[in-house]
């Protein structure tokens, strides 16, 4: 069992849709790091939270410490979000979990 | 522009040879890592380096070599000792190596093994 897991492996959307991606984790952690990689493979970071919840435009990060668990949350999908998302908790290093292809379609 | 470069996009060599995947960054950073991505399977630290002149394994070090002569560079060979190096290959960099912090991504080089 990965010490990193996330749900779904793959989604499928239409324009508009409420989007959410699930990261669970059996360590315990200092942090959590969301991630998207596009088609081309580079890597950009999305969040880094702790504890609580943060936004920025139309993402929102979640995270429950006690329970493990860490939800993405995408508003109003659009094509352009389309992307592997992935989810990296950091122990004494970054364990990461196998992403979540999403495709939003118009 | 402050970032990650890592040359060349693709690379392809024959089995058998060594080669070198170059990582420079211009952020001021003192750690570096590389890390190896294989489909199906999350992101695996090969080499990180917490500050000039030192470095650590990762978890799969093996058939891989590194050096950190420069702050801002953290090249990766890959030796004729990996025995399945056909992978995409990303490397990162962190302000400090010391806890957590956030660690930013190059657009990472794929390496076919032919």
């Known amino acids: 069992k990965n010490e990193v897991e996330q749900s779904p492996q793959n989604l499928t959307a239409q324009e508009g849709e409420f989007i959410t991606i699930n990261c669970s984790y059996s360590v315990g952690i200092s942090a959590l790091h969301w991630l998207q990689q596009h088609p081309g493979g580079g890597i950009v970071s999305l969040f880094m939270l702790s504890s609580g919840k943060k936004k920025h435009g139309r993402l929102i990060a979640t995270i429950n410490i006690q329970e493990k668990h860490s939800s993405l949350h995408i508003t109003a999908s659009h094509p352009r979000d389309s992307a592997v998302y992935i989810c990296?908790?950091?122990?004494?290093?970054?364990?990461f979990g196998t992403g979540t292809r999403l495709q939003v379609f118009p | 522009d402050g970032g990650i470069t890592q040359s060349p996009k693709y690379l392809f060599r024959k089995e058998g040879q060594n080669v070198t995947l170059s990582c420079e960054q211009n952020?001021?950073?003192?750690?570096m890592y590389w890390y190896r991505q294989d489909p199906g399977q999350g992101l695996r630290l090969i080499y990180y380096s917490q500050i000039v002149n030192d470095f650590q394994k990762g978890d799969i070090a093996e058939g891989y070599s590194v050096s950190r002569e420069k702050k801002e560079s953290f090249p990766l060979t890959v030796t004729s000792a990996q025995k399945n190096p056909t992978a995409f290959y990303l490397c990162a960099s962190s302000i400090s190596g010391t806890g957590y912090n956030e660690q930013f991504f190059g657009p990472g080089t794929r390496l076919t093994v032919l």
């Open positions: 952020l001021n950073h003192d750690a």
């Open positions: 990296a908790a950091y122990t004494d290093k970054l364990i």
